[in-house]
């Protein structure tokens, strides 16, 4: 039996591109919302899946932080781990004219520009990691030391 073609998403190109081996997930099917819903959705351990999370400093510069689905970001460890006095969430309207991704959709990998990224150094513990596609329903399982070639990030605690 033939495999159902699974959507390509700009993400997926990109890491192509890169030579990047990654695996692609669908769970539109299941219709999950949050971050622990698309975790239970791919029957996975929510450590392996993360979030991509956009912060404005103080200073007016953008910060993406990638933690897990269940945790929390912590604020102040956040602007310590950038350097930054304090952030804050960027509003959700924001997202889309700054990263090119709607809420939900959004990956660490192809925004607009590169913003300064921070991954959670939890990320180091596991094989593989899950991060958005850059589509809402769509994850792409890849392995923490090849999402740090594709942008230029650095490990930090940076969760509650």
């Known amino acids: 039996m033939a495999k159902e ?10 890491l192509e591109q890169k030579g990047i081996p990654y695996t ?16 239970a959705a791919l029957d996975e351990d929510p450590a392996r899946v993360f979030k991509t999370l956009v912060t404005q400093g103080a200073s007016g510069g953008h910060y993406v932080f ?10 102040k460890k956040a602007a310590k781990a950038v350097g930054e006095k304090s952030i804050a969430m960027l509003p959700q ?18 925004m607009k520009k590169p913003f300064p990224t921070v991954l959670h150094q939890s990320a180091a513990e ?5 991060v958005s596609a850059g589509k809402v329903g769509f994850q792409v399982e890849v392995a923490p030391a090849d999402l740090q070639k594709m942008l230029p990030m650095r490990l930090a605690d940076v969760i509650k």
């Open 66 to 75: 990638v933690i897990p689905v269940a945790e929390e970001l912590d604020l």
């Open 24 to 39: 692609p997930h669908d769970y539109r099917a299941s219709g999950a919302v949050g971050g622990t819903e698309v975790a």
């Open 93 to 110: 309207k924001e997202l889309l004219p700054l990263t090119g991704y709607l809420h939900g959709g959004c990956s660490p990998i192809g």
């Open 126 to 130: 596991q094989e593989s990691i899950y």
């Open 5 to 14: 073609k699974t959507e390509k998403t700009n993400v997926m190109r990109l």
